[in-house]
């Protein structure tokens, strides 16, 4: 069965910092795009951003551009998130997904939460 | 990132038919055969339920079906059972690295 396992999550205060992680097992990762999705409390869904396989290739919603950073270690089978600069409509459940591709995302972890306040 | 329409909520008893509608543009629902629908229970990640349109990946019930037609893509629950109560989302390519996502639908069983 296909795993992703996220973790990281917390209580951070405006303007800092936090790096969420996500491991996974049992799928080709080195042959996969990844992404995050997030979701803010009673909110729906919004797309984070995307890694290409080798990590060279990045995208982002406009809202995080320049502030969250993904990237992965595939020798580790793990996808990171690094979260900068953090406002309170940031705070979210983050999802790590496999996207299958053209945004089709076949496996989801539980989720980690991330809350931003003072 | 766009954003696609549906409707905040359906309802319908079991054993009844339900349609929740998923409306974009020519940018993205009707220009690709890659919307997807997603089923979120409570307090869980969302499950993938239909992919490029109409394909169901294994294990998804066939209850479940998908369809598209011009910008609107369709999730059609058939034989509504109690654990179909549940969030569904819709999400489509919109072409380069674009996406587009639904708001979500709540769907009740009577």
């Known amino acids: 069965e296909v795993q992703l396992v996220e973790s990281g999550g917390g209580l951070v205060q405006p303007g800092g910092s936090l790096r969420v992680s996500c491991e996974v097992s049992r799928f080709v990762f080195i042959n996969s795009w990844m992404a995050w999705v997030r979701q803010a409390p009673g909110k729906g869904l919004e797309w984070v951003g995307n890694?290409?396989?080798?990590?060279?290739?990045?995208g982002y919603m406009d809202s995080v551009k320049g502030r969250f950073t993904i990237s992965r270690d595939n020798g580790k089978n793990s996808l990171y998130l690094q979260m900068n600069s953090l406002r309170a409509e940031d705070t979210a459940v983050y999802y790590c997904v496999k996207d299958w591709g053209w945004h089709t995302f076949d496996f989801w972890g539980q989720g980690t939460r991330v809350t931003v306040s003072s | 990132q766009s954003v696609l329409t549906q409707p905040p909520s359906a309802s319908g008893s079991p054993g009844q038919s339900v349609a929740i509608s998923c409306t974009g543009t020519s940018s993205d629902v009707g220009g690709y055969n890659y919307v997807s629908w997603y089923q979120q229970h409570p307090g869980k990640a969302p499950k993938l339920l239909i992919s490029e349109v109409y394909k169901r990946p294994s294990g998804v019930p066939d209850r479940f079906s998908g369809s598209k037609y011009a910008n609107t893509a369709t999730l059609t629950v058939s034989g509504l059972q109690a654990e179909d109560e549940a969030d569904y989302y819709c999400i489509s390519y919109a072409g380069g690295n674009d996406v587009a996502l639904g708001g979500g639908t709540k769907l009740t069983v009577l």
């Open positions: 890694i290409n396989p080798d990590g060279h290739v990045t």
